[in-house]
């Protein structure tokens, strides 16, 4: 079964970096030709989408909120996808999720638009 693991989250003043990672699992047909994007959710909000990488050529997209200081990557060799967030803002605060869309599909920004999720790691960035 797939399974995405998270990690990397914490607590940063304004102005700090993390960099979360998602390890990718349990695919019955290939981690490749396929969406990874990261979400976040904060209390009493809706999920909403941050970055995506499609794992093929690794083509890149993001959020309006989070462009210039948040990149996405990965290391295909090793099913993993990647977060780095810089210029934290305490705006930032929220549960970052990891998702998988099925295979073929293209990169899309709602959540319904993805198959797998991670089960989140917490990201808290203090003013």
């Known amino acids: 079964q797939v399974q995405l693991v998270e990690s990397g989250g914490g607590s940063v003043q304004a102005g700090g970096s993390l960099r979360l990672s998602c390890a990718a699992s349990g695919f019955s047909d290939t981690y490749s030709r396929r969406c990874m994007g990261w979400f976040r959710q904060a209390p009493g909000k809706e999920r909403n989408w941050v970055a995506s990488?499609?794992?093929?050529?690794?083509?890149?997209t993001y959020g309006d909120s989070v462009k210039g200081r948040f990149t996405i990557s990965q290391d295909a060799a090793k099913n993993t996808v990647y977060l780095q967030m810089n210029s934290l803002l305490p705006e930032d605060t929220a549960m970052y999720y990891c998702?998988?869309?099925?295979?073929?599909?293209?990169?899309?920004?709602?959540?319904?638009?993805?198959?797998?999720w991670g089960q989140g790691t917490q990201v808290t960035v203090s003013s």
């Open positions: 998702a998988a869309s099925s295979v073929g599909s293209y990169c899309y920004t709602r959540p319904q638009s993805f198959r797998y």
């Open positions: 990488i499609y794992t093929n050529g690794g083509s890149t």
